[in-house]
């Protein structure tokens, strides 16, 4: 009983962190980034920095006491105002005919206005 504990704390948590390792984020494994490599950039993990370390010896990383260096953080981000069709993209248009929130690119492709040409055919 105690070994499935463990292994599902080793696989993360639903704590959302100011930066999370990128390695770990593409393994579906949430943990905190204790390192930042501005060659890679990428933020890592203690322990995915171990293995940076060894195949990228001469890469500048920034630690936690530099975070000046490090990007501006994703966790800004509301998983709520982002769209479901374009990754990346932030809710911050209203469409007023459909009552709906989207991104520019749904707004654009999905939501046209309609000219008077339309209306009337």
């Known amino acids: 009983m105690v ?3 463990e292994a599902s704390i080793s696989k993360g948590s639903d704590l959302v962190f ?4 990128d390695i770990c984020d593409e393994n579906e494994i949430n943990k905190q980034a ?4 501005e060659k890679c950039s990428k933020c890592l993990c203690g322990s995915c920095m171990q293995h940076h370390n060894q195949l990228y010896k001469k890469h500048v990383v920034f630690g936690r006491t530099d975070l000046t260096e490090w990007p501006v953080t994703k966790a800004t981000d509301d998983p709520i105002e982002l769209c479901r069709d374009h990754k990346g993209r932030k809710m911050e248009v209203f469409c007023e005919d459909h009552y709906e929130l989207l991104c520019t690119v749904c707004h654009v ?8 040409r339309d209306a009337n055919s």
């Open 18 to 21: 100011d930066f999370s390792c």
């Open 109 to 116: 492709h999905n939501h046209k206005a309609m000219s008077p």
């Open 3 to 5: 070994s499935k504990f």
């Open 34 to 37: 204790d390192m930042y490599c």
